[in-house]
Nanobody, 121 residues
Framework: QVQLVESGGGLVQPGGSLRLSCAAS????????MNWYRQAPGKQRELVAA???????KYAGSVKGRFTISRDNAKNTVYLQMNRLKPEDTAVYYC???????????????WGQGTQVTVSS
């Protein structure tokens, strides 16, 4: 199994910054894509940013130029640096990794528990 622990959420004023972290642990053989999603109240969960095992990245149009996704493969950790935050960025942020486990050698999606980000003055 794979466990994900997220951290870094909180309350920030518009224009401020936050850095989210998501650390994976457990019976991991390999981690492939690492992604950040978010879900605002009353809205569907949406992909915010993704990074491949090779380091290729993609972003939702609404965050491009403000958010940066990165990963540390040695630590099995993915980060989301969020700058110039806006009230509309308020949501619960979830990380998702695609990983292969040692026990079964099968690949699956694993989700974190979510961390609240609130942008408000």
């Amino acid at each position: 199994q794979v466990q994900l622990v997220e951290s870094g959420g909180g309350l920030v004023q518009p224009g401020g910054s936050l850095r989210l972290s998501c650390a994976a642990s457990g019976s991991i053989f390999s981690i492939y894509a690492m992604n950040w999603y978010r879900q605002a109240p009353g809205k569907q969960r949406e992909l915010v940013a993704a990074i491949s095992s090779g380091g290729s990245t993609k972003y939702a149009g609404s965050v491009k130029g403000r958010f940066t996704i990165s990963r540390d493969n040695a630590k099995n950790t993915v980060y989301l640096q969020m700058n110039r935050l806006k009230p509309e960025d308020t949501a619960v942020y979830y990380c998702k990794v695609v990983a292969r486990t040692i026990a079964t050698m099968t690949t699956g999606d694993y989700w974190g528990q979510g961390t609240q980000v609130t942008v408000s003055s």
